[in-house]
């Protein structure tokens, strides 16, 4: 017996207090497509509706995911594209594009469409460019389930819905970065060598550590291993131990009476002006400064 086809959209006009997040969602929808049915489906506003003769622009973000049968993608940048189960598109502003689902198979799609002040910086740190706006993902069932969830808010536009359904839109992204780490059976092994690295490292706070020695360790090319370290980490492995030693030094600093230059030493940096310069860079506080600040700010039970 066939489902009950279920297809759904809806355009929100925006609140002040959704712009506030610096993301909002400004559309959302969900529709079958059946074999030989024309495509898009009709009740969509003039300023996302479109032909495939024609394509369109979109003002802001819109990011689409397939969950069953075939279709083709076109944008500007990136060409024609093959879209698949578990293929899914960020449509980015002002890019030209088209995509439809082949006549004999039909799809089914799910799409939120969102912009905001701070918008940029979410897609700048995903794993889309607008040479490569389409992602294929083989096992989605968790992003279609976001997808379903954040419907169903939609749906109900009870109070707050806005920010719940941008929190979903950050675990969509998640979930997607995640799985384009971890897709290649070489990256999942490498994940046991970067965890024995890291350990290494943290193990390791005094002086400069020697990154060709921690590969020949590992009985790991030097390049490749530093490339998988930033790829995994976002961090070369000189950068990751200056986190781990800064880290180490705020734990110190707000859970010791040591003083600075006994920290500096505990935590492996060559003198206390070269430790003090480098937390100043990082944290915008000479270690002074945000020992003091952060202690006087829980005693008043405020945030520093």
Request: overall charge positive; hydrophobic content about 35%; aromatic content about 14%.
């Amino acid at each position: 017996m066939r489902n009950e086809r279920v297809n759904f959209y809806k355009y929100f006009p925006v609140s002040e207090d959704s712009t506030n997040w610096g993301i909002y969602i400004e559309n959302i929808g969900k529709s079958e497509v059946l074999q030989n049915e024309n495509y898009p489906l009709s009740g969509h506003p003039d300023t996302h509706f479109f032909t495939w003769d024609k394509g369109r622009y979109l003002s802001s973000y819109q990011m689409l995911i397939i969950t069953d049968g075939q279709g083709v993608f076109e944008s500007e940048s990136a060409g024609m594209i093959s879209l698949v189960p578990g293929s899914i598109i960020l449509l980015y502003p002002n890019e030209w594009h088209r995509y439809r689902p082949l006549k004999r198979t039909g799809w089914k799609e799910y799409w939120l469409g969102f912009n905001g002040s701070t918008v940029n910086n979410l897609v700048m740190g995903s794993q889309f460019e607008t040479a490569r706006p389409v992602i294929a993902i083989r096992d989605f069932v968790e992003i279609q389930r976001l997808y379903d969830e954040a419907v169903i808010y939609s749906i109900e536009e009870g109070p707050g819905f806005q920010q719940i359904v941008v929190g979903i839109l950050f675990q969509i992204f998640g979930h997607i970065h995640y799985s384009v780490k971890n897709r290649t059976r070489q990256s999942k092994s490498f994940l046991v060598h970067i965890n024995n690295a890291k350990e290494i490292i943290q193990t390791r706070l005094k002086g400069e550590i020697d990154v060709p020695q921690i590969a020949s360790e590992l009985n790991v090319g030097y390049a490749l291993f530093r490339k998988k370290f930033k790829e995994f980490t976002g961090l070369s492995p000189k950068q990751y131990q200056t986190q781990v030693k800064l880290n180490r030094a705020k734990t110190l600093l707000l859970g010791s009476d040591l003083p600075v230059k006994s920290i500096a030493f505990e935590t492996g940096f060559e003198s206390i002006y070269h430790f003090s310069k480098m937390f100043k860079e990082k944290t915008g506080y000479s270690p002074t400064e945000f020992r003091e600040i952060v202690k006087e700010s829980g005693k008043n039970g405020q945030n520093p």
